[in-house]
Every structure is written in structure tokens, then in C-alpha cells.
Nanobody, 115 residues
Framework: QVQLVESGGGLVQAGGSLRLSCAASGGIFSINAMGWYRQAPGKQREFVAVFTNSGRTNYQDSVKGRFTISGDNAKNTVYLQMNSLKPEDTAVYYC?????????WGQGTQVTVSS
């Protein structure tokens, strides 16, 4: 069973930066990708970015050029560097991890961007 713990959320002004971290433990050897989703109030959870074991990345169009996802295999951690933040980036950000049969979720971390 994979456990995920996120950290790094908070309150920031528009144009600022935050870095989210997600540490994985448990059945980490089965993980083939880790990513970030977000859910704003009254909206559905949406994909933000993904990082695969082969180092490939993919992003939602609205965050391309502003967010960067990366991984540290030694620490079993994935990061989301968020720059040039906008009020519309305000949401609870969730880390997830995928193996061949299951998707695991963290508890979420709040990101609030003030205008």
C-alpha cells in the first residue's frame, strides 16, 4: 500500500511562487508515475501535471511555462514548482501515484493566491 504526504501549500500573492512536495512510502517500487491534481471550490478535480519513471512530464495547458514537476528517486518525492501564480490557481492540490492497477491519493494541501 502506497502512502503519500503532501506539504508546501500556503497563501501567496499573485505573481509569487510556491513549491509543493509529495513524499511516497509503502509499495513505492510498483509506482510508475506520480502527479498532481487540484480542486477549486465548486469545481471538479482536474489534472495539473505528471512525472513518469522514465522522466517524461506532461502539463495542463493553463500551467505550462509556469509550473514544473520533478522527481527525486532517492527521496521518493515528487515536487511541483509553481511560479507566476494567479488567483485562478487557488485550489486544494492533491498528489497521486499510479501503479499498474491502482491510483493512490494524498490528503491534499491548500494553495491560496491572493490578487
Amino acid at each position: 500500500q502506497v502512502q503519500l504526504v503532501e506539504s508546501g501549500g500556503g497563501l501567496v500573492q499573485a505573481g509569487g511562487s510556491l513549491r509543493l512536495s509529495c513524499a511516497a512510502s509503502g509499495g513505492i517500487f510498483s509506482i510508475n508515475a506520480m502527479g498532481w491534481y487540484r480542486q477549486a471550490p465548486g469545481k471538479q478535480r482536474e489534472f495539473v501535471a505528471v512525472f513518469t519513471n522514465s522522466g517524461r512530464t506532461n502539463y495542463q495547458d493553463s500551467v505550462k511555462g509556469r509550473f514544473t514537476i520533478s522527481g527525486d528517486n532517492a527521496k521518493n518525492t515528487v515536487y511541483l514548482q509553481m511560479n507566476s501564480l494567479k488567483p485562478e490557481d487557488t485550489a486544494v492540490y492533491y498528489c497521486n501515484a499510479m501503479d499498474l492497477s491502482k491510483v493512490y491519493w494524498g490528503q491534499g494541501t491548500q494553495v491560496t493566491v491572493s490578487s
